[in-house]
């Protein structure tokens, strides 16, 4: 009888434990750089707009949590989600090898390939033989990064880091750099359409397998509880319509989801 009560008492014990380790997530904390419209971008109002943005408040909103934008560089990242200042990053990051040792990702959000902005006329283009000689600036931490320093460098291209999106073409347009290397929608929807960007053009898209284009939430390696939790939310938003809908309000009839 002793035996049985302990036995009990220890299944109980472990249930309580099991109820006290699962975390019971009321907010979620994302790490974003608004300096890539459109997927995060300030409005004149300070507030937060973008693709990812209205992404990242649905499905908090189909998790029924709270959610808590925290602003961050791009380079600061992964540092930042293992330092636990926020829980995932939802900044248009794109799953890569290298990153994947570091920190785990959720299902999917978007994909999209990378290109060049430059003057027209330049006579630049992706070919890489057409920047030698020529500077070239990309914002740190991206996939356009390591591109950078493994073949342009490489090919004698002038490249130089830039803490976020906005310092890159704030040098291009002041004649600092020739051409800019990021996120070919962020170029064409993002800065040729402002009025800043009149005057340039976006390449073909940069094909290299350096260079791959599916984006997702970045997450602290082994949180397997909250990779659920945020692909439950994500695979909602594609069951109910939400994402087609938002989808739609940001790129028009454009599919950025390869479902993949």
Same mark, same amino acid.
């Given at each position: 009888?002793?035996?049985?009560?302990?036995? *009990?008492? /220890? !299944?109980? *014990?472990?249930? $309580?434990? =099991?109820?006290?380790?699962?975390?019971?997530?009321?907010?979620?904390?994302?790490? !974003?750089?608004?300096?890539? @419209?459109?997927?995060?971008?300030?409005?004149?109002?300070?507030?937060?707009?973008?693709?990812?943005?209205?992404?990242?408040? @649905?499905?908090?909103?189909?998790?029924? !949590?709270?959610?808590?934008?925290?602003?961050?560089d791009f380079d600061g990242m992964i540092p930042g989600l293992k330092a636990n200042k926020f829980d995932?990053?939802?900044?248009?990051? %794109?799953? %890569?090898?290298?990153?994947?040792? $570091?920190?785990?990702?959720?299902?999917?959000?978007?994909?999209?390939? %990378?290109?060049?902005? &430059?003057?027209?006329?330049?006579?630049?283009?992706?070919?890489?033989?057409?920047? +030698?000689?020529?500077? !070239? =600036?990309?914002?740190?931490?991206?996939?356009?990064?390591?591109?950078?320093?493994?073949?342009?460098?490489?090919?004698?291209?002038?490249?130089?880091? #830039?803490?976020?999106?906005?310092?890159?073409? /704030?040098?291009l347009i002041s004649g600092r750099l020739d051409a800019s290397i990021q996120d070919m929608l962020q170029?064409?929807?993002?800065?040729?359409?402002?009025?800043? =960007?009149?005057? #340039?053009?976006?390449?073909?898209?940069?094909?290299?397998?350096? *260079?791959?284009? +599916?984006? $997702?939430?970045?997450?602290?390696?082994?949180?397997?509880?909250l990779q659920t939790l945020l692909n439950k939310g994500i695979k909602a938003l594609h069951d109910d319509?939400? &994402?087609?809908?938002?989808?739609?309000?940001?790129?028009?009839? *454009?599919?950025?989801?390869?479902?993949?």
């Open positions: 009888m002793k035996k049985a009560w302990l036995t *009990l008492s /220890a !299944v109980a *014990l472990c249930l $309580a434990a =099991g109820s006290t380790f699962a975390k019971e997530y009321k907010e979620l904390r994302f790490g !974003v750089d608004p300096s890539y @419209a459109p997927f995060e971008s300030k409005a004149a109002d300070g507030s937060l707009v973008g693709f990812d943005i209205d992404l990242g408040n @649905a499905i908090c909103k189909e998790l029924k !949590v709270t959610c808590k934008w925290v602003e961050s995932g990053v939802i900044s248009s990051m %794109t799953v %890569t090898p290298a990153r994947q040792k $570091a920190i785990d990702f959720s299902d999917e959000l978007f994909s999209g390939p %990378t290109s060049l902005v &430059y003057k027209k006329g330049s006579g630049l283009s992706a070919d890489v033989a057409s920047l +030698k000689g020529k500077a !070239v =600036g990309y914002e740190q931490g991206t996939i356009q990064e390591a591109y950078a320093k493994a073949v342009l460098d490489k090919a004698g291209v002038q490249t130089k880091a #830039y803490a976020n999106q906005d310092q890159v073409y /704030a040098d170029a064409e929807l993002g800065f040729l359409k402002s009025e800043k =960007g009149v005057g #340039y053009e976006v390449s073909e898209p940069v094909n290299s397998d350096l *260079l791959p284009s +599916k984006t $997702a939430i970045g997450i602290r390696k082994g949180n397997t509880e319509g939400t &994402y087609a809908e938002i989808q739609k309000k940001h790129f028009g009839d *454009l599919n950025l989801y390869s479902g993949k």
